[in-house]
């Protein structure tokens, strides 16, 4: 069973920067899609961004496009969401999500929660102004 474990995540200031890594326990990650999705207290679980198994596709959430990026290192098995120009309503918990027990095509990416099997137990992200 593949497990994600979440790092880096702070209290930072408004304009500030964070990079999230996520750190899967198992080879396999290599040939899952990944993405990171958010929940702020009181609201449901957001997408964020996702990034194919080749790593040659992304996808975004608009509002975080421009400012986020998503990358992998499959040889680390790692995913990474660099943050950059935070704000206060990037304040969440940020989950870690695989595509792990189906087989997908190189180059797609998932937005909906419900496409994910595997989650990482979260990170908590808290931007003040």
């Known amino acids: 069973q593949v497990q994600l474990v979440e790092s880096g995540g702070g209290s930072v200031q408004a304009g500030d920067s964070l990079r999230l890594a996520c750190a899967a326990s198992?080879?396999?990650?290599?040939?899952?899609?990944m993405s990171w999705f958010r929940q702020a207290p009181g609201k449901e679980r957001e997408f964020v961004a996702a990034?194919?198994?080749?790593?040659?596709?992304?996808e975004y959430l608009i509002s975080v496009k421009g400012r986020f990026t998503i990358s992998r290192d499959n040889a680390k098995n790692s995913v990474y969401l660099q943050m950059n120009s935070l704000k206060p309503e990037d304040t969440a918990v940020y989950y870690c999500?695989?595509?792990?027990?189906?087989?997908?095509?190189?180059?797609?990416?998932?937005?909906?929660?419900?496409?994910?099997?595997?989650w990482g137990q979260g990170t908590q992200v808290t931007v003040s102004s």
């Open positions: 999500a695989a595509v792990v027990q189906k087989i997908v095509p190189a180059y797609l990416t998932f937005s909906r929660p419900g496409e994910y099997d595997t």
């Open positions: 198992r080879r396999t990650f290599s040939s899952a899609a």
């Open positions: 990034i194919s198994w080749s790593g040659g596709s992304t």
